[in-house]
């Protein structure tokens, strides 16, 4: 069965820092997408980036990129130039191509120091 | 674009009440329908999810229990609710295929089970 792990309950970047947050995942498909949900504390979640297992480019979202290490079953998600509004929860997510079932990590809380 | 409400927004029940949220879909057709679940300080916990009018999968053995009479309507219910119950639960829709090829979430409703 695939899972996802995120290992930083909690992580600190102070405003205007880069920061990098962490997911592994564990899986014996080629074919499947991942993603990053941010969940601010109106509870709304919100997607941030995804990205296709069968590129190997990195997926880009203005602040938000990726590093995507198949081989390793890496997806870090790095937030550069950090702002206020960036504090929330974070979520990695895996669905495996042609599947409509989502696994989630337990999330990443991030704060974002002034 | 799509548009996921859900009622109520807040909820608080006894007990062994019963209950139903429910979750409406705008502005797409035939798409996967999911309930989850966050417990306070936890990942999201997927419950049920739908491919189409009355076709329900579980994913978790509990006292819940989902439906989809309409195209773009989900209704997680409850003959007995259990402490345990209480938490956030959100609806979520996937349209596969193209850009829209990625979960979209509601904005939630807090069940508080005393």
């Known amino acids: 069965a695939q899972t996802v792990t995120q290992s930083q309950p909690e992580m600190s970047v102070q405003e205007a820092e880069t920061v990098t947050l962490s997911c592994t995942y564990d899986t014996s498909e080629s074919d499947y997408y991942l993603f990053w949900y941010k969940q601010p504390p109106s509870r709304q979640m919100i997607l941030v980036i995804r990205?296709?297992?069968?590129?190997?480019q990195n997926a880009t979202e203005n602040r938000f990129s990726v590093n995507f290490q198949k081989a390793a079953k890496s997806f870090s998600l790095k937030i550069s130039d950090s702002q206020l509004g960036d504090a929330a929860m974070y979520f990695c997510?895996?669905?495996?191509?042609?599947?409509?079932?989502?696994?989630f990590g337990t999330g990443t809380r991030l704060k974002v120091l002034a | 674009s799509q548009t996921i409400h859900q009622w109520p927004a807040t909820l608080v029940q006894p007990v062994g009440s019963p209950l139903s949220l429910e979750c409406t879909v705008e502005?797409?057709?035939?798409?996967?329908l999911y309930w989850y679940r966050q417990a306070a300080g936890r990942g999201l916990q997927l419950l049920f999810y739908s491919v189409g009018i009355g076709q329900i999968s579980s994913e978790v053995p509990q006292n819940l229990s989902a439906s989809r009479p309409q195209d773009r309507q989900f209704i997680l219910s409850s003959k007995k609710l259990l402490l345990s119950d209480s938490g956030f639960y959100l609806c979520a829709l996937l349209k596969a295929g193209g850009p829209l090829d990625t979960q979209y979430f509601g904005p939630g409703t807090r069940l508080t089970v005393l």
């Open positions: 502005g797409t057709s035939n798409p996967n």
């Open positions: 997510a895996y669905r495996t191509s042609g599947t409509y079932k989502y696994i």
């Open positions: 990205q296709e297992a069968y590129k190997q």
